[in-house]
């Protein structure tokens, strides 16, 4: 097989050294979108979605690799006896469920994939680990309740990215429904990215990346204090006033 030079690293490097623009997000999720797609279309399942794997070419867009893990739809188990244990936090809780069970086989299905995905999408939106610095057993007893990572939603200066994010945390949730059969079809997936590049294309003249730690992807700049700090001084100013004057 012959892939692309990655110039860039993977997507998790990148954005450990980078803060990525809203509007790019968009346009590395359709890469994404596009690449699943292409796997489906040969009959082939990824299993192992996540940042790390997404890999970054020198003008951003992405593709997948790391195909360890990968088999023909065909063959609907493979062996995850040699697993790395961190992949749990992306896995789909039905294959939790499966593996520590004691069942290195588990059967994998193109609405695992989709959960995979959201957990990735995740990961892009807030451009950290999910679950970080939790234990597998953790991992597995909050997926397998139903629980999934926080979803974080704070003011944005740019109403823009405020609209993206909210976009982006409707499809995380219809990806990572607990509910194999209610999870987001590929095809309503394809729709709704689509629609969500068309209004919000990536600016001429915007930079391509930002400043490490320039944004805070729960809607805060870094260093700007959240609305209900920001209002504690004005509230503490007044209680002063009012104590002065005897209220």
């Excluded at 939790?134 to 200066?157: C, M, T, V």
């Excluded at 993206?164 to 590929?186: G, S």
Aim: glycine share 4%; hydrophobic share 40%.
């Amino acid at each position: 097989m012959i892939f692309e030079w990655a110039e860039r690293g993977n997507l998790r490097e990148l954005y450990e050294k980078y803060d990525i623009p809203w509007t790019r997000k968009i346009q590395i999720s359709r890469d994404i979108r596009l690449g699943l797609l292409f796997l489906y279309s040969k009959c082939v399942f990824h299993r192992n979605l996540r940042c790390e794997n997404v890999f970054v070419l020198r003008d951003l867009s992405v593709k997948l690799g790391n195909f360890e893990y990968a088999s023909q739809i065909s063959y609907i188990s493979v062996n995850l006896s040699g697993l790395e244990t961190y992949i749990v936090r992306w896995m789909a809780p039905e294959l939790i469920k499966q593996y520590i069970g004691g069942n290195f086989n588990p059967v994998h299905t193109f609405r695992c994939e989709m959960f995979s995905f959201g957990i990735l999408l995740w990961e892009l939106c807030y451009e950290k680990l999910p679950y970080d610095e939790w234990n597998i057993k953790q991992i597995a007893d909050h997926a397998l309740s139903g629980k999934r990572e926080k979803i974080l939603k704070r003011k944005f200066r740019n109403i823009n990215d405020r609209e993206i994010q909210l976009e982006f945390i409707k499809i995380i949730k219809d990806a990572w429904h607990h509910d194999p059969d209610l999870r987001i079809p590929i095809t309503d997936l394809s729709i709704r990215l689509e629609e969500l590049a068309k209004k919000f294309p990536i600016p001429h003249d915007a930079p391509s990346l930002l400043k490490n730690k320039e944004l805070y992807f729960d809607g805060q700049k870094s260093g700007e204090p959240t609305s209900e700090i920001q209002k504690l001084p004005i509230i503490l100013k007044l209680r002063k006033k009012f104590l002065r004057r005897g209220f």
